[in-house]
């Protein structure tokens, strides 16, 4: 049950696009189709933002999209905001109904 | 709408015990698994149990193995996780999460509680 992957942090403008990455393995993120992204704001709980991989749930902006390779998954936001600086999460399953998060990146907008 | 309350967090010596509640609201209760996770001060975040909607099975991390316990009442709506033999790591944030409709993701979050593990 190793953390997931992840950049401890990444940055970008006003309206730049930026890429989270999130890499496991084969028993985790390769192995299924179950990746989720989480928002945590400041003293929040967090917020689902992706679901299997790509699912937008609803009310989450069309800027935040995300994909997988291999053993890699991905997190885009595109067109960013001052409200999207935050910390994000991946979390994937791994099997017999546990799950295992990243370590988490600070997303800076400058 | 989906409410998750945690409560019962606090200030406890190694080697105490503490149990934290969920109060659930705003959707079928027993339809759905539960999970917890914690976030320690500081850190990310950490999945570390769940218990099944229907078998009531449940599942932890390797850490928590043997020490916490996860149990719910659908007659109350209420989720617990009973923690013994605590440790300085222990210290976080703790979680409660409801699964997603098709239990692949973590749709719903309560605001945590604090357990804190000090002497």
């Not at chain 1, 935040?64 to 053993?71: I, P, Q, R, Y």
Request: aromatic share 12%.
């Amino acid at each position: 049950q190793s953390a997931l992957t992840q950049p401890r942090s990444v940055s970008g403008s006003p309206g730049q696009s930026v890429t989270i990455s999130c890499t496991g393995t084969s028993s985790d993120v390769g192995g299924y189709n179950y990746v989720s992204w989480y928002q945590q704001h400041p003293g929040k709980a967090p917020k689902v933002m992706i679901s299997d991989v790509t699912k937008r749930p609803s009310g989450v902006p069309d800027r935040f999209s995300a994909s997988k390779s291999g053993n890699t998954a991905s997190l885009t936001i595109s067109g960013l905001q001052a409200e999207d600086e935050a910390d994000y999460y991946c979390c994937s399953y791994a099997g017999n109904y546990i799950w295992v998060f990243g370590g988490g990146t600070k997303l800076t907008v400058l | 709408q989906v409410q998750l309350v945690e409560s019962g967090g606090g200030v406890v010596q190694p080697g105490g015990s503490l149990r934290l509640s969920c109060a659930a609201s705003g959707f079928t209760f027993n339809n759905y698994g539960i999970q917890w996770v914690r976030q320690a001060p500081g850190k990310g975040l950490e999945w570390v149990a769940f218990i099944h909607f229907d078998t009531n099975h449940q599942y932890y991390t390797d850490s928590v193995k043997g020490r916490f316990t996860m149990s719910r009442d659908d007659s109350k709506n209420t989720l617990f996780l009973q923690m013994n033999s605590l440790r300085g790591d222990d210290t976080a944030v703790y979680y409660c999460a409801k699964d997603g409709p098709e239990g692949d993701d973590f749709d719903y979050w309560g605001q945590g509680t604090l357990v804190t593990v000090s002497s």
